[in-house]
């Protein structure tokens, strides 16, 4: 019946269906929202992977904490959260050259994550894995993107396959 979408910072195209609500990603905050429209379906897309975007601090803040806040606000008694969507990445899988070709969904990252990013995919996907199990209501779908490359593409990944020598 309704989209609402909430974020820190107003959207930068219009929106036409979409009604939007300024509100950083306090629990409470998020919470008051979902009760009083009666949210049935929560999509997270915030997931910062792009060491560009912005620093690892603020990486954890919107990645983890941000993470909880939302997973805190749709477990709240009486939510009428039944469906969860949350974005995340292949890298929770790792990039170590002995790892297998293919992961099914039951198996767990062979080795332990070395860079921050990683570190915070792999909680973030801890914490919904304690959501799932205490809030077996609730449909949790995780969709692990892959990193995107093309010439219009800006990222870490593409800056360095553009330098003109790869260490």
């Given at each position: 019946e309704a989209i609402i979408g909430i974020d820190r910072r107003p959207p930068k195209v219009p929106l036409e269906r979409t009604e939007f609500v300024q509100v950083a990603d306090a629990h409470s905050l998020i919470r008051r929202i979902v009760e009083g429209a009666e949210v049935d379906t929560v999509v997270d897309t915030r997931l910062v992977l792009d060491p560009l975007i912005t620093t690892p601090k603020r990486a954890h803040e919107n990645n983890v904490i941000g993470t909880m806040n939302i997973l805190t606000a749709c477990s709240a008694e009486g939510s009428p959260?039944?469906?969860l969507v949350v974005?995340?990445?292949?890298?929770?899988?790792?990039i170590h050259q002995d790892d297998p070709a293919f992961f099914t969904e039951e198996m767990r990252r062979p080795h332990p994550p070395r860079r921050l990013l990683d570190r915070d995919i792999c909680e973030v996907e801890d914490a919904l894995r304690q959501f799932r199990e205490r809030n077996p209501q609730t449909t949790v779908?995780?969709?692990?993107?892959a990193t995107?490359?093309?010439p219009d593409v800006r990222s870490a990944c593409q800056r360095y396959l553009s330098a003109l020598v790869w260490p």
């Amino acid at each position: 019946e309704a989209i609402i979408g909430i974020d820190r910072r107003p959207p930068k195209v219009p929106l036409e269906r979409t009604e939007f609500v300024q509100v950083a990603d306090a629990h409470s905050l998020i919470r008051r929202i979902v009760e009083g429209a009666e949210v049935d379906t929560v999509v997270d897309t915030r997931l910062v992977l792009d060491p560009l975007i912005t620093t690892p601090k603020r990486a954890h803040e919107n990645n983890v904490i941000g993470t909880m806040n939302i997973l805190t606000a749709c477990s709240a008694e009486g939510s009428p959260v039944r469906k969860l969507v949350v974005r995340s990445s292949t890298r929770y899988y790792g990039i170590h050259q002995d790892d297998p070709a293919f992961f099914t969904e039951e198996m767990r990252r062979p080795h332990p994550p070395r860079r921050l990013l990683d570190r915070d995919i792999c909680e973030v996907e801890d914490a919904l894995r304690q959501f799932r199990e205490r809030n077996p209501q609730t449909t949790v779908t995780v969709l692990r993107f892959a990193t995107a490359l093309g010439p219009d593409v800006r990222s870490a990944c593409q800056r360095y396959l553009s330098a003109l020598v790869w260490p």
